[in-house]
């Protein structure tokens, strides 16, 4: 019988995943930009802070920063200066020791130059090159310090090969345990034989990419003779086979960098004396040059500190470096703070490498949003770097806010005012009549057809299934009802005020509402938002919506009751409808197209403002203001002005500012109706 086991999910983004919630997300920007924000402000955060159960930029980048913190404090960059000393140390030990046996003048002589060594490790190791050893013990570590040397340069380079070096080592160091130095020397020069060749083929490579002559095949050859040397992640083409070079050599440069001036110097002559050694520092010197010549760009000189004790080896310093080099330019983009930033710079390859599978499923799923955010139409871009909401994405969130406000309507409301007569713009009852002559309702098919069935039925000659002919008097048409339409002004205070005491986003979502309501239930009304601060101005719902708050104060009722009063001019066929949403009493109007603005309130700004009213008051047209607040001063004046106009003062809290407004534009629909 077959035997299952089963884990968490760990090959990619999850297969049993729900398809992205893209309406929520745009609800979620439209609560951001209600609330003032700017819409690429609002994705931002958005992205940043996740959706849908995703972890966001934020967090991710986080994990990078402790990812950061954990490599800074696992080792010494020093290490590998510091294991040469040791092993030197350990030598000249031997060596001491094997001398202090010996009664002979020339092992005092020779203790006399070890004594005299030169303090600098890489000079020391040189100046002993030639030197004949009395401790075979003490000869074995010397030698051991190029070799490790070599062959962790060689291994930092080029990280397939790390293994294999150390395997021919110890299996070198066996055979002259063994007694077969001979054996062991020839093993050494055919490693080092192969090593320059394939340098040499990668120089040539790199030499025809950089004057555009190599071709797939010159590539494909050099990996299967050298593949080995890449380990399992071996690069597909050139390009990306210089990007893991260049990035291995930089951060070897930053680990070189790191050290002090001194600790530097040391290091890098034992390095060159051990590539030279192996008659490879040629080769790995034009390397070099070719590697810097292919990524100019490369950070190589920047200092790193490390602050764990334990020694790193060139290898893991190289790692080290190198993934610290990935998080930074990781860390970057999942911050997207620069110029041009967009998801498209995150690199889901690194994020899955050094975060994890689950991490780059999150940044998947975040370009997905991005990405499906305008595709469906929700975000279009104006210019470089502006984003706006497009009109599909307002009427979703004109929807939602009046979703939100008829939720907590109680009992319908309808503003329709019945007023049965013909005509074209009519609705039709379900009804019908008989067709009299001028008449413009349009004519029932159905109903015609059956009247003159009805009148021809039973009359002599008609055969069944035969053609209908119709008569005047069988015609019908549909009777309709005609709904009054309203010429809407919606005043809304965009003073600080209003973003100071929390009233900027109900304030919005107050004109999305109503601004959906008329345009889905009411497409004959015509609305017209108009915003006033220290001056009014006419703005569209997505004008509205994108309004970000300003620091100018001023309150100019006036200009805005005047612009009101221009709009329910345009349309004498419909009733007007004023509403007003402030939070403060008048302290602007306009002089000569200039505004005037003064706190407290001049005594011309509310002549001004009152001969607005006025005005209105004379074309009939009632004012319903919605206070908002407990300004008194601003209290009295919309008593007053409500006494003049006739209009109504109410006072909601900001939460039900929208039930406020919906309803009082749908009972004066039916009231003026």
Known sequence: MARFSYGAWAGGPDPLAGPLDVRAAVDALGREVMEGRSVRDALRDLLERGEDGRRGLRDLAARAARRQKELRRSGDLAGPLQRAREQLAQALDAEREALAMSDDDDAREREQRLDDLPRDTAEAVRELEDDEWRSPVAEQLYRQIREQLR??????????????????????????????????????????????????????????????????????????????????????????????LARRQAAMDRML????????????????DALGDAGLEAEMAALG??????????????????TGSDPMGVGEATDALAELSDLDSLSQALGQ???????????????????????????????ELDAELRRQGWLSRDGADALSLTPKAMRRLGQTALAAVFSRLRGGRRGQHDDRSAGAAGEATGSWRAWEFGDEQPLDAVRTVQRAVLRTAGTPGRREGGAVTLDVEDFAVVETERRTGA????????????????????????????????????????????????????????????????????????????????HVGRHPGLDPVVLVVTDGEPTAHLED??????????????????????????????????VLGDDPGLRRFVDALARRNGGRVLAPSTDRLGEYVVSDYLDARAFRG
């Open 151 to 244: 062959d962790d340069v060689m291994g930092a380079q080029f990280a397939g090969l790390r293994d294999a070096l150390a395997a021919a080592r110890e299996a070198r160091r066996a055979a002259e345990e063994g007694g077969d130095a001979e054996g062991a020397r020839a093993q050494q020069a055919a490693a080092m034989a192969q090593m320059k060749d394939m340098l040499a083929d990668l120089n040539a490579l790199l030499a025809a990419h950089a004057r555009g002559e190599d071709t797939t095949e010159q590539f494909e050859q050099f990996m299967e003779r050298h593949g080995d040397a890449f380990g399992d992640d071996r690069p597909e083409s050139v390009e990306e086979l210089v990007d893991e």
């Open 257 to 272: 960098s790191s050290l002090s001036p001194q600790q530097r110097a040391e290091l890098s002559d034992l390095m060159a």
């Open 289 to 306: 040059d070719a590697l810097r010549a292919l990524r100019p760009g490369l950070d190589r000189r920047s200092r790193e500190r490390f």
């Open 337 to 367: 703070d620069y110029p041009g930033a967009t998801l498209d710079d995150v690199d889901v390859e690194a994020v899955e490498r050094q975060l994890g599978a689950g991490a780059a499923a999150d940044v998947r799923a975040l370009q």
């Open 487 to 566: 010429a809407v002004a919606l005043c809304v205070d965009l003073s600080f005020s209003m973003v100071a005491e929390g009233r900027w986003a109900p304030m919005k979502q107050t004109a999305l509402a109503l601004s959906h309501l008329i345009a889905t239930r009411f497409p004959g009304d015509e609305l017209e938002i108009i915003g006033f601060g220290r001056t009014a101005e006419v703005l569209t719902a997505a004008e509205l919506a994108a309004v970000e708050p300003s620091g100018v104060q001023g309150t100019n009722l006036q200009h805005a009751l005047a612009l009101a009063r221009r």
């Open 593 to 626: 197209g200039e505004a005037v603005f003064w706190w407290p309130s001049l005594p011309e700004t509310i002549e001004a403002t009152v001969h607005e009213v006025d005005a209105l008051t004379r074309m009939r047209t009632p004012i319903s203001t919605f």
